[in-house]
């Protein structure tokens, strides 16, 4: 039983160091965004660690980040939150229980199935995501043009770009699901 507490702690630090190490490798982008190589590890959490597991993991690094540490992309403290990036953070947060549930809900217990889950839940991210930057651009600009601007360009620019990125953690799942058992 020992065991097997100490193999999960240890694997929940080296995912909790791959996240900040993978929110540092970033594709600077225009209107205050950028591409991070970070949702590759952030859709590995479920999948490699559980629900519950994955959900401490991130809540660990959001807190963490949010109290001043320069784990996120760019930078961190409480006025990350303003940022028009951070709602991404909060549905990353929340990515572990819309993973867990999505698998409940549409019975995906197969191997293929991780990828069903994968896109339910970047379409989730998405709209945490997008919402929030446009209630934050909005509140700091009255212009619509701005946030026109940012929806046309940066979503399509996010969106496609994740959806590569979702399915190569996706694959990247199965390929360690594999090896571990």
Request: contains cysteine; positive net charge.
């Amino acid at each position: 039983m020992t065991r097997n507490k100490t193999k999960k702690v240890a694997q929940m630090g080296c995912m909790f160091a791959l996240l900040i190490v993978s929110a540092k490798l970033v594709i600077p982008l225009p209107l205050y965004d950028y591409i991070s190589l970070q949702i590759i590890v952030v859709f590995l959490l479920y999948p490699l660690l559980g629900e519950r597991e994955a959900l401490v993991v991130f809540l660990t690094y959001l807190i963490l980040g949010l109290m001043g540490l320069p784990i996120f992309a760019s930078g961190g403290g409480f006025a990350y939150a303003l940022k028009p990036t951070f709602g991404f953070l909060i549905a990353y947060t929340l990515l572990p229980i819309v993973q867990c549930e999505a698998t409940r809900l549409f019975k995906c217990h197969r191997k293929d199935s991780i990828m069903l889950v994968n896109y339910l839940g970047l379409l989730f991210i998405h709209v945490i995501g997008i919402g929030y930057k446009v209630w934050i651009v909005s509140a700091l600009s009255m212009n619509g043009a701005v946030i026109w601007g940012i929806l046309s360009v940066s979503t399509v620019l996010d969106l496609s770009t994740d959806v590569l990125l979702v399915s190569i953690a996706g694959i990247l799942a199965l390929k360690l699901r594999a090896i571990r058992q």
